[in-house]
Every structure is written in structure tokens, then in C-alpha cells.
């Protein structure tokens, strides 16, 4: 089973029973706006987009069939079984961009073999329609279909050519509620489920007259309805909504409902697998939940967690060098950045959470993680504007067994106001013991973390032992020296250096006038430098020898941080609308690196993540990128990150060689084969490929495999020969032999056309897609393999896997 | 799908003394039994052989008590005057007593009449004691002498008379037949050998001496006067060890828990002061109702027995041990043999394949009907008595947790008078609690809000708002007074610390919050 989803400019096919992405279908230019199985062969799927082209794929390979263009952006699409060849779409009524009228479009899709068709046949339906697709729906075996509009019901009958409306009233109680919001039909009987704004149900009937008309109301749900779906049998109706449950309705038993409650973010769309055997949902946070109809969860596909709001800083956990932020409300995402996963929400506030827009939630507002990462301490909120803050201070310790923090101790309302800033010392060897936060009540706090006092208490838990003021400022910031002997605080204008041994004031330092709002030492070599960026634009550098100021700058510093691994700083200033980055070492006067308009809007979240392995680049530009990438999350909230020039050249090939053996099937032979094709499309890669360990036959254990595999198992020996005797040499390039496979795979795709997704079409398909990156030329594998191929398809060659690792 | 996260129930520190093991070894006892007697009690003495009698001195008597009688088993009632100090001998058999009239008495612990009269002091005799060897008597006397005596032909063996003031206590060492150490009002102890004829040490105590002991081992010496309890250390020629300053009245008696680990000391200020003779900590604080003349403690600690000023005695009892206890609950609770094998011995074989049951998440009460969504149901089940009473914590994170989703004001509407006025003696209950406090204010608003028009309808209802009233007034009243006196501290406190030049004032002012939240911004522990 393969469930299709659109995201951005690609839809993504993911296979239910794995979760995993198979492909990605690229080749739209703009958002993609639907997708929807074609009615007559379930194994192509039409998407359709903004940038106003309808693509038919075969998603099962991933490979784009045709491109219809249509000229106007769409917004939605819909097909039926009974209208073969014509899919209906929504466009603006007028041709200029910010039209608020939309109109259902019936497109006549001309049956010819090109790529790129333009469809022509367009006439329209119904007009002055909603732009949301959800809003309408083919009717029983496509004999109408219907629209909704914010208080009108519009069905229209394709044989008798004529529309009916429904209308509501505009508030039969309070406020003005009764809007539609989404919209279905059953599958087998003339009955429409809309619906509404104020969580109804409405279920019409009967509405092939235009006054006999009825419905029946249902209602669970407390706030909007977001998505309604029929099972294909139409025997249940799926319903959900922003409290992330799926309400599943018996038809015509409508007072029995089964419910699926907490299944994340706020249900978006549902969707039923064609056989009926599995409902999907997809929600508000970047997720996809699987069901099986039987109500149960079989499978979360979980992306990137997108919050409404990133409050904490960004953060690397210095274990598994997980980058971590706010995920899910109440939680903590831990995101691998290699592998491009979520590895684990952890749920600081503990609570249940209560899905009611409105509502004063509980938020993770800080979090901090300390050297060694064996602990963690989260700050959360609720309330912020009232006066009675509710305040928590968690702290967490690392659990071995667990691999997963644990909660240590909880301190309600530590401090009195909100908390600004929150740091661990970097201790680099032995525990950690203290953590300093700073909060809007003018005072900063240090806990430390004590030995029980008794010994029947279970283990050391942390409290308060210094309470620092200066003046009754109010500290904004906060940060420990490289090597934690010094504390910084930055009291608005003021900055107080402090020793956390024993809690003196050492010296105040201050560059009037404008509060500091961001304090960072300098590490290593520039150790005795202090930065401070103001907020009268100015980024100042002390002295901390000699308790001077070195030097001043003027710029609107957004974000300052310092490299764990080296000197380097990085500071994102807020210029002309668009943010600019420079990195510099505090000591030397010119910055080693900047960017001018990065991105617009302010960036306010960065992180440095160490690399695993130092890099030896000796490009200037690029050398403080030597020791950690910069992350960095723009207004937009799109995670953004810096690479070496060498890098970027080692995605692009190691992309383009994914394209590859993404494309071919994985038969024992591709690898074989393959090899040999990679060589010819990447002649700059050959030096790294000539390591493959496919180059020392005397280690191999299929070849091994080989030799001792009774005869009569075994493909004929011409051809294992030939097989066999170019595996073990190392090959040229044959430039000549490309040519020739040019012309070959211009005849295997006309093949393909033909049928509809065999085997044998899908060896020998193209690997780029004609409309992506163009002139990119690949081979193909000539005719006599693709022969071999498929006379060896029969036979059982898994001893050959042994031959590709 | 994550499954339902039920209500967090904060674990709040527990206000007042922190329960050790030690408090609650020393709690472990039953309630005192009060025996009253003829007079202040001045001496109690636990005899050193089973059945551990104990000679309580009183007025003009001396009663014998069995460990666990309530009734005197015997008595002595031939004294002239009030008898002071009454002692058995190591082996139970004899007892000996000062008196008013300067004569020391020597009885047989079975008989009635005094065995011998020992005569030769001219005043009252407070201090009486056998030495190890069983056959002298110590005594001391208010003529500033202390003698000893030979049992045998009641003769006086040997006068000293160093004191210069009333001899209020004495002990003799247990390990040597010479050596005894008596305590004066002079402020000194000393420390004298039989065998010389001057004391051997002397020791000022700065205080007239009241009381004295000597641990086991006999290498340290404590004594008491004054309000201090101080250590000696004999071995060392008498150098202080340690000076303890616990009680703010006269200490006048000491004792030792039978193993020699806790020292307990009795003071005129109505405390029994437990200390770990190691770290000479207080571990431990017995209040009584009177000023205490007299401690003696059973062997193994199986009794307290504390005499007082106003003739009453009062005697604990160890409660039964814990383990005896649980083994007699245990074996009653035992399941049956059959269902208790059956679940035990079934170990799956290698090839079985295990089928999990799920594991079905158990919920509170209240918890299910917040699962549901019934908000007033989830009030009313966190409301019930026993929770409300008990664990008023649950009820306040149940309406912490319905403030949280916003339903608050839904649950507490709609209840009748009887609902109605049990939420409000909750209120009324917990309401100043600065634990609670937060929380409960706004509930307390929202009830105010709601039931505004219906005040005069219901007596009782009336009758706890007014209650409620006059509580919050006086909490505003305690507020406002601690905050006086918050400010009192802090001038004295500005004016008795050196001067440093730290501009931090958040030592003195880490307690001077607004009133109402005195006590919420400290730092609650949880430990998980």
C-alpha cells in the first residue's frame, strides 16, 4: 500500500506498512495544491498545482507520465469514475492573481502520447465556488457534485444540467457559525455530510427537490469540523477536527461512534485507503497518522515537528548531537541532523493536553543543556500576561539505562517574574553542579545540586543557593566564561561580572546608553574578551584584564554566539529589513566571514553544531566552517545551514548517485551492472569510486558463494562468465557506449507508455525526469541486458547479494 | 497514540521538623501514662536487673514501680522528711536514699524498714550512690561534704570537703571502686579517688551543677548546669569537648539511651532534648507539660520515664516493634496456596511465544471523569471526605488542573446548598495554607462570583462566608505583622554586619515578598 501526500512542490510517496519515504514525485514548480488516484487506473495518480500544470504519475516507480497544462493556478481537483477523460478543477474566475472568486472548471484531458499536453476543452461548472478543495465533492457514482460556500449548499446534476441551493441561516444561535467547512458524499446513496463552523454534522438528504429537502444534525465536535470522510463501503463516516479526534460514525446508527483521541496536532485532512482497510490523518504539527480501520494506530510518519512558536533556543544535545527545540505543545523534539529525523519527543510539562483554541497552555520556554548533556533544565509558562504566572523550573538528569532524560526535580514559581536567561558553567570534565537563571523580578538565581540530606531521600536533588540583585535592574542575560570561573549578568545597561565560588562582585562594566541584550564570552585564545550587543545598535567588546572596553562596533546585533570548538563568533544583524551574518574572532579587527541579506526578517535562533569530523579546508572563506556547521531558523521558520564549497560538490554527487539507484530496481544485477553506468555518467567521481570493495574478489564471499554452488542452480555459464570476469576488472570509460544507450532508451520508453508499469519498464526508464534538470542525458542498460534481465527474473539469484557488499 | 496523562499531584515539602529515622525511633512510643505523685519527683532510678523496677523518689517516699505496673509495687514511706536520690545497687537488692533530715537510709528492696542509717552529715543529703564494689555508699550533702561509707558496720570511711557549696549531684564510676565524681553549686566538678585523700581533678563547669553522668566507657564525663549540657573529656585531664546550649531553662537531669549512642538531657524549660553523641546534633524533642526534675530511661529504650515539678510522672512505652507487626498481618493476607503457586511457578519455555497483554493504565477517580470530561463529577470525587481531610493536595491539583483547562467556573456552578458548603469549609480549611494559597484564591473568587446572588439565602452557607471573612482578615493581620517584623530584621541585620561593599541586597530581602505569596516562590523539591 502507498499513500501519497503533497508536500511543497513534491508529493511523497510513503509505504504504509514501513513508514518510510519511497520517493519523492518532483517536477511541479509551486505548491501543489491536490492529489487524487485516477478513477480508471489506481496506479497513477493525477497532482495538481498553483503554478497551473496537472501531472499524471505512476507513483508505484515514481516516474511523471504526462503534464497537462491548464494555464490558471488550481486549487483543486476532482475526478469521478463516470466522467472517463475529464477531471474537474478549481481556478479563479479571473485571469488577476488576487481573484476571490473561484469557479469548478471540467477539463476534457486529450488522449495523446506527448509529455506536455496543453488542455484546451475547458468549460465551467459551477461558479463562484470556495477555494477550500475540502469544501467540494463528487456525488454517488459522480451523478452530481457539490459545493459549499460559506452559507450555501450547491448541488449540480450532470444529467439534468441543472443546480439546486441550500441555504442556511446566518446564525440560528450565537454568532455567525453555521458556515460550511468541509464536505462529503456517500458513497452508494444520495446523502451529503457537510461540516460546520461550530462543530456540526449536517447530514442532507433528499435534495434532488428543491423544497422537500432534509437533514439531520450531528454534533460531538466543540469547534470546527476540519475533514469528513465516507469508507468506500459507506458504512462509517470519519470525522475530525482541532481537538485531534478521529470520530468514526456509524450511517444511519448515528448515536454509536467510536473514537481515536490524542492523536497529535489538530486533524487536517482524512483520507481512506480505496479498499477501505486503512484511514489516515494528517495533522497541524507536520504528521501523518495510519489507522487501521479497526481504530487502531498502525504507523506515524512524523516530521519535523513545526510548533506555532520556537521559544527555546536552538540547541544541541551533546550526546547524540541531536538538534533540539520545541516540538509538539509541552515538548521537547530531539531532531537528528544527519539523518534527517525525529528521534524522540520528550514531554516536559506532563500534562494532558487539552485541544481548545483559546486556552491558556502550558509552554516550554527555555531550555538548557549543560556540557557533558547529562543534564537538562526547562523553564515553562502559563499565563504570562496575568499576574499570577504560573511558573516551573525542571530540571533532568540523564538516564543510561533509559537513554532518556529523567526528572530530577520540579521547582514551582522559582522565581517571581518571567525567567530571561538560563545557563549551565561548561564544566569540561566531572559534574555539573550549579545553574544560574536570571528573571524579570530583578533577582538572579543560582541552584546547586545537593546531596540529600537524608538518607532515605532517593538521590541528589538541586536548590537555590545564591540569590544575586544589583540595584533592582532587571538582568536580562546571562553567561558563564569559557572556562566558568566568571559569571556575566547583564543588568539592562549594566554588566556585572560575578565569581561563582563565592558569589562577590567582581567589577560592572557598562557602554550606555541601551540595555545589553546579549552577553558572550570569548573562548580559547580570546578567552579575556566579553561581547555585548545593545540595544542602541551597538556591539561592544571588553577587556576583561583590564576592565576596559576594546572596541565598540555599530550594528543591530539580533543574535550573538560563540563556537564551542573555536574562536570564532557569530553575529546575526538586523539591517534594512533582511538579516546580515558575520563571523569574527573578538581579537582581530576584520571579520572572517559575512553575509549581507541572508534572509529577511530577524534571525533569533542559531546554533553552532560540532562537526564529527574537523574539516582541513584551507579556503579562506569557508575556514570557520572548519569545526561546526551554523544552523540557523529564519522568520519563516525554515532551518537553514551553511556548507563548504567541497561539500556541496559531494551532495550534489552523492544525490545524483542516489537518483540512480533510487530509479533502478534493486536486483542483484543493478549493482554489477550499475557500477559500470556510474562511471560512465560521473568520470570526476572515479577516484572514489575506484575503493569500492567490490575491486578485491579475493575477500568476496559471494564469489566464494559462487564456486560452491551445485550446477544445475545456476544462470548458464556464458552468461555468469561474462558477468564474472567484468566484476572483477576495472573498468574505463567507453564514451562511445553512452551514445549508444541514448538511442536505446528513446525506443524502451515508448515501451513503458505501452505498459503501464511492468517490471521490465521500469529498468529501463530514464532517470531524470525530462522536465527537471535538462540535458542530463543518463544511460540506460542496452536491450540484450534488459533480456537477460528478464529471462533471469524467475530464477533465484540471492547468492548474487553477496557479490554487492 | 499517547495514552492519557493523569493529574499531576505536586508533591509539596513537608512543612515543620524533618521526619528522620530518628524521630522516628523516638515517636515509636504510645501515649504517656501520668502517674501522680506526692510530690515533685526529684530521682527516678531503674534497677539494673530484670524485672527493672524503677525507685521513684517524691516528696517524703520512695515507690517502686514494675516496668509496666501503674500501681507502686512497693513502697517507702520511712522517711522524716522529703527523700532525695533514691539508687539501687548494681544488683537490685539494695536501695539507698538521701534526706531532708541529713540521714541516709539503706534499704532491702524487699523489706520495708531501713536496713542501716548512716548519720554524720549535718545537712540535707541530696546525693547517694553505692560504688562498683558494692560495699561503700557515696553520699553528698547541702554541708558542702561528701562522705563514704561502709555498707557492713555502717561506719564513715572517708570525709572531703572541697566544695564550697551545696554537693547537688554525684556519680561513681562503674569500672573502678574508688573513683567518684561529684557536682556542686560551686560550679566545679570533681573528680576524687578513695585512695588519696584530695580530689585527683577539677573541673569548672561555669554554672552550678546539676546533673552528671559518665558514658560507659567512663572516658568522658557529662554534666549539667545552667542552661548548658557540657562534655568532658576525663581522659585528657578534663578538657572540654563539647558545650551544648539547647534548652533556654536550668538543665537539671541527663541520661543515656541504653546502647550509649543518644544522650537525653531534661530541662526546667518542659523539653527532653535527644542528642547523637556523636555529632552532638539535636536529633530529637520530647515537649512535656511541666518543668522536668527527673529522666530515667529502660533498658533497650523500652521506656521514658520523665519526672516533673508538678508531682506528676509521666511514662512512655515503646510501641510493639514493626516487624512483629507485619509477620502477624502478612500470614493473615496470605492467598491461597493454589492461586499463589499457579501464578508463581509457570515459566515459559524457550519456543513459547509470549503474548503481552497490555498493560491497562490505571486511573484516580477523579482522573477518569477529567478523562471524560466531567468537570463537576471530577470536583466532587476529589471532594469526597477522606480526600479532602487527608490529601488536600489532590483536591487542590484538581482544581489547579481545572483552572488550567478552563472549566473551573463550570464545575463549581450549579451545586446546592450541602455541595455549596462543602466546598466552602474546603476553602475555609486550606484556604491560608501558602502552599495552597495560589490556587485557591482564585477558586475562592470565582465561588464568589458565582453564588453572589443567592448570599442570605442559606444559613449555613452565610455562616462559612462570614467565617471565611473573618479568616482572611486575620491572615491579612499575621501578613502584615510579619512583615514588620521582616523589616525590624532587616535594620538589625543592616546595622550588626560588617560592612562589605556588595551591593547585592538579596540576603535579607530573599523572604520580603508581598504578603499572600510569603512562602510560594520557595523552591519546592520533588524528588523522582
Redesign the interface.
Known amino acids: 500500500m502507498f499513500l501519497l501526500c503533497a508536500s511543497g512542490e513534491s508529493v511523497k510517496v510513503f509505504s504504509t506498512a514501513t513508514e518510510e519515504c519511497l520517493h519523492a514525485l518532483q517536477g511541479h514548480t509551486d505548491l501543489i495544491t491536490g492529489v487524487l488516484l485516477r478513477p480508471s487506473n489506481h496506479l497513477q495518480a493525477y497532482s495538481c498545482s498553483l503554478d497551473g500544470t496537472v501531472r499524471l504519475w505512476d507513483f508505484t516507480d515514481g516516474i511523471l507520465i504526462r503534464t497537462y497544462s491548464i494555464g490558471y493556478p488550481i486549487y483543486g481537483i476532482y475526478a469521478s469514475a463516470k466522467h472517463e477523460g475529464v477531471i474537474f478543477i478549481i481556478t479563479p474566475m479571473h485571469t488577476d492573481t488576487n481573484s476571490e472568486l473561484f469557479q469548478l472548471v471540467a477539463v476534457h484531458l486529450p488522449q495523446c502520447g506527448e509529455q506536455l499536453v496543453e488542455a484546451k476543452e475547458l468549460s465551467a461548472v459551477l461558479s463562484n465556488i470556495s477555494s477550500n478543495p475540502a469544501a467540494s465533492a463528487f456525488g454517488r457514482e459522480g451523478q452530481y457534485i457539490v459545493s459549499a460556500k460559506p452559507l450555501q449548499l450547491e448541488v449540480y446534476f450532470f444529467k439534468k444540467h441543472k443546480s439546486y441551493s441550500f441555504f442556511l441561516k446566518k446564525d440560528n444561535q450565537k454568532g455567525g457559525k453555521n458556515t460550511f467547512t468541509c464536505i462529503t458524499c456517500h458513497p452508494t446513496e444520495d446523502c451529503i455530510a457537510s461540516g460546520h463552523e461550530d462543530g456540526k454534522i449536517r447530514l442532507w438528504r433528499n435534495f434532488n427537490h428543491r423544497k422537500e429537502y432534509t437533514y439531520s444534525t450531528l454534533h460531538w465536535h466543540h469547534s470546527a469540523v476540519s475533514s469528513l470522510r465516507f469508507t468506500p463501503e459507506g458504512t462509517n463516516l470519519l470525522s475530525g477536527g482541532v481537538e485531534s479526534v478521529l470520530v468514526q460514525w456509524r450511517y444511519n446508527q448515528e448515536s454509536q461512534r467510536d473514537f481515536?483521541?490524542?492523536?497529535g496536532g489538530a486533524i487536517t485532512h482524512i483520507s481512506v485507503s480505496p479498499d477501505g482497510a486503512l484511514f489516515c490523518t494528517s495533522h497541524s504539527d507536520n504528521k501523518i497518522t495510519i489507522i487501521q480501520s479497526c481504530v487502531k494506530?498502525s504507523a506515524v510518519i512524523q516530521g519535523l515537528v513545526k510548533g506555532d512558536r520556537i521559544r527555546t533556543d536552538l540547541m544541541i544535545e551533546p550526546r547524540s548531537k541531536a538538534l533540539v527545540l520545541n516540538g509538539k505543545p509541552g515538548h521537547l523534539q530531539f531532531y537528528s541532523l544527519q539523518r534527517d529525523k525525529l528521534l524522540y519527543n520528550l514531554?516536559i510539562v506532563?500534562?494532558?493536553y487539552?485541544h481548545?483554541s483559546g486556552?491558556?497552555?502550558?509552554e516550554v520556554v527555555m531550555a538548557a543543556f549543560d556540557a557533558s548533556g547529562s543534564w537538562l533544565a526547562t523553564v515553562e509558562e502559563?499565563k504570562q500576561k496575568a499576574p499570577?504566572l504560573e511558573l516551573n523550573l525542571k530540571l533532568w538528569a540523564f538516564d543510561d539505562q533509559k537513554q532518556s532524560f529523567?526528572?530530577?526535580?520540579?521547582?514551582?514559581?522559582?522565581?517571581?517574574g518571567r525567567i530571561t536567561a538560563l545557563c549551565f558553567p561548561h564544566v569540561s570534565d566531572g559534574q555539573t553542579t550549579m545553574l544560574v537563571s536570571t528573571s524579570r523580578d530583578g533577582?538572579f538565581k543560582a541552584w546547586q545540586l545537593a546531596a540529600?540530606?537524608?538518607?532515605?531521600?532517593?538521590?541528589p536533588?538541586?536548590?537555590?543557593d545564591?540569590?544575586?540583585?544589583?540595584?533592582?535592574l532587571v538582568p536580562e542575560c546571562c553567561c558563564f566564561s569559557a572556562d566558568s570561573s566568571l559569571l556575566a549578568v547583564g543588568f539592562q545597561e549594566v554588566v556585572t561580572v560575578w565569581t561563582p565560588a563565592s558569589w562577590?562582585?567582581l567589577t560592572t562594566l557598562s557602554q550606555p546608553p541601551g540595555a545589553v541584550r546579549d552577553l558572550c564570552f570569548g573562548r580559547l585564545s580570546c578567552s579575556k574578551y566579553l561581547l555585548g550587543a545593545t540595544t542602541s545598535r551597538l556591539l561592544c567588546c571588553w577587556n576583561l584584564l583590564t576592565c576596559s572596553l576594546e572596541w565598540v562596533t555599530s550594528m543591530d546585533v539580533s543574535l550573538l554566539l560563540a563556537d564551542p570548538l573555536s574562536e570564532n563568533m557569530a553575529a546575526f544583524c538586523f539591517e534594512a529589513g533582511s538579516t546580515d551574518l558575520f563571523v569574527f574572532k573578538p581579537g582581530e579587527p576584520r571579520p572572517l566571514f559575512s553575509h549581507k541579506a541572508l534572509c529577511s526578517g530577524r534571525v533569533t535562533h542559531a546554533v553552532f553544531v560540532p562537526r564529527e569530523v574537523m574539516l582541513e579546508s584551507c579556503d579562506e572563506a569557508s575556514q570557520w566552517l572548519n569545526c561546526s556547521h551554523l544552523y540557523f531558523l529564519t522568520q519563516s521558520m525554515d532551518l537553514l545551514t551553511f556548507i563548504t564549497k567541497a561539500e556541496e560538490d559531494k551532495l550534489t554527487a552523492s544525490s545524483k548517485q542516489l537518483v540512480v539507484s533510487d530509479d533502478v530496481a534493486m536486483t542483484p544485477f543493478h549493482l554489477l551492472l550499475g557500477k559500470h553506468r556510474d562511471q560512465l555518467e560521473n568520470p570526476q567521481a572515479e577516484s572514489r569510486l575506484s575503493v569500492e570493495p567490490i575491486r578485491q574478489p579475493s575477500s568476496s564471499a559471494g564469489i566464494n558463494e559462487l564456486l560452491q554452488m551445485p550446477a544445475h542452480v545456476l544462470p548458464s555459464a556464458s552468461f555468469l562468465c561474462s558477468m564474472f570476469v567484468q566484476s572483477l576488472l576495472i573498468s574505463v570509460n567507453k564514451p562511445s557506449e553512452q551514445n549508444k544507450e541514448k538511442e536505446e532508451e528513446m525506443e524502451s520508453e515508448k515501451e513503458e507508455e505501452d505498459s503501464d508499469g511492468e517490471m521490465e519498464s521500469r529498468i529501463s526508464r530514464p532517470e531524470h525526469m525530462p522536465s527537471g534538470e535538462s540535458g542530463c542525458a543518463a544511460p540506460a542498460l542496452t536491450k540484450e541486458e534488459v533480456r537477460e534481465l528478464r529471462r533471469l527474473k524467475k530464477l533465484d539469484h540471492s547468492w548474487m547479494k553477496g557479490l554487492l557488499d | 497514540m499517547a495514552s492519557y496523562k493523569p493529574t499531576n499531584i505536586p508533591v509539596y515539602p513537608k512543612l515543620g521538623e524533618k521526619v528522620t529515622e530518628e524521630t522516628l525511633y523516638w515517636k515509636n512510643y504510645k501515649t504517656p501514662i501520668q502517674i501522680k505523685e506526692f510530690g515533685a519527683v526529684s530521682n527516678i532510678h531503674f534497677s539494673p536487673v530484670t524485672p527493672y523496677n524503677f525507685a521513684v523518689t517524691a516528696f517524703t517516699r520512695i515507690h517502686l514501680y514494675g516496668l509496666l505496673s501503674q500501681e507502686p509495687v512497693k513502697t517507702f514511706t520511712r522517711f522524716k522528711d522529703t527523700a532525695y536520690c533514691g539508687r539501687f545497687r548494681s544488683d537490685g537488692q539494695l536501695l539507698v536514699a538521701g534526706c531532708e533530715d541529713s540521714v541516709v537510709r539503706l534499704f532491702d528492696v524487699s523489706g520495708k524498714v531501713a536496713l542501716r542509717m548512716f548519720k554524720g552529715h549535718t545537712k540535707a543529703v541530696h546525693v547517694t550512690d553505692f560504688t562498683s564494689d558494692r560495699y561503700q555508699i557515696l553520699t553528698g550533702s547541702d554541708d558542702y561534704t561528701c562522705c563514704l561509707w561502709d555498707i557492713p558496720n555502717s561506719a564513715q570511711l572517708n570525709t572531703y570537703q572541697e566544695h564550697t557549696d551545696y554537693i547537688r549531684c554525684g556519680v561513681t564510676s562503674q569500672l573502678n571502686r574508688d573513683l567518684f565524681v561529684t557536682g556542686s553549686y560551686d560550679h566545679s566538678l570533681k573528680v576524687f579517688d578513695a585512695r588519696v585523700d584530695k580530689s585527683v581533678m577539677t573541673i569548672n563547669h561555669g554554672h552550678p551543677v546539676e546533673s552528671l553522668l559518665l558514658y560507659p566507657s567512663e572516658g568522658l564525663l557529662v554534666s549539667a548546669g545552667g542552661r548548658y549540657v557540657r562534655v568532658w573529656d576525663l581522659l585528657k585531664g578534663g578538657q572540654p569537648l563539647v558545650s551544648l546550649k539547647n534548652h533556654h531553662k536550668t538543665v537539671t537531669c541527663l541520661a543515656l539511651s541504653s546502647n550509649g549512642q543518644r544522650l537525653l538531657s531534661g530541662s526546667l524549660d518542659r523539653h527532653v532534648k535527644v542528642y547523637n553523641t556523636t555529632s552532638y546534633k539535636v536529633v530529637h524533642n520530647f515537649d512535656y507539660p511541666a518543668a522536668i526534675l527527673s529522666l530515667a530511661l529502660a533498658p533497650e529504650d523500652e521506656s521514658i520515664v520523665v519526672g516533673m515539678t508538678n508531682s506528676i510522672l509521666s511514662i512512655k512505652h515503646r510501641k510493639p516493634s514493626e516487624e512483629a507487626k507485619e509477620t502477624a498481618g502478612h500470614q493473615r493476607r496470605r492467598p491461597s496456596y493454589r492461586v499463589y503457586a499457579h501464578r508463581k511457578s509457570y515459566v515459559p519455555k524457550q519456543d513459547d511465544y509470549l503474548v503481552s497483554k497490555p498493560v491497562r493504565q490505571h486511573l484516580a477517580k477523579y482522573d477518569k471523569q477529567l478523562k471524560k470530561f466531567n468537570v463537576s463529577k471530577a470536583l466532587d470525587t476529589a471532594l469526597e471526605t477522606w480526600i479532602r481531610g487527608r490529601k488536600p493536595e489532590i483536591t487542590v491539583a484538581v482544581i489547579r488542573e481545572l483552572d488550567r483547562r478552563g472549566t473551573l467556573k463550570n464545575a463549581l456552578a450549579g451545586r446546592d446548598e450541602q455541595e455549596l458548603s462543602r466546598l466552602l469549609s474546603f476553602l475555609i480549611a486550606n484556604l491560608v495554607d501558602a502552599r495552597f494559597a495560589p490556587v485557591l484564591i482564585t477558586a475562592a473568587e470565582m465561588i464568589l462570583d458565582i453564588y453572589q446572588s443567592i448570599i442570605g439565602q442559606s444559613p449555613v452557607v452565610d455562616k462559612q462566608l462570614l467565617h471565611l471573612q473573618s479568616l482572611l482578615e486575620r491572615e491579612l493581620d499575621y501578613q502584615k505583622d510579619l512583615l514588620e517584623v521582616l523589616g525590624m530584621l532587616d535594620t538589625m541585620f543592616a546595622s550588626s554586619l560588617p560592612k562589605i561593599e556588595l551591593p547585592c541586597s538579596g540576603i535579607s530581602t530573599s523572604n520580603g515578598l508581598p504578603q499572600g505569596q510569603s512562602t510560594a516562590s520557595r523552591p519546592q523539591v520533588q524528588v523522582n
Not at chain 1, 359 to 362: C, G, M
Open positions: 481515536l483521541p490524542r492523536l494506530v514531554d506532563q500534562q494532558e487539552i481548545e486556552l491558556e497552555q502550558f502559563r499570577e529523567v526528572l530530577n526535580t520540579t521547582i514551582s514559581a522559582p522565581h517571581e533577582h540529600p540530606a537524608h538518607t532515605e531521600d532517593e538521590g536533588s538541586w536548590s537555590c545564591f540569590l544575586g540583585a544589583y540595584h533592582s562577590e562582585l
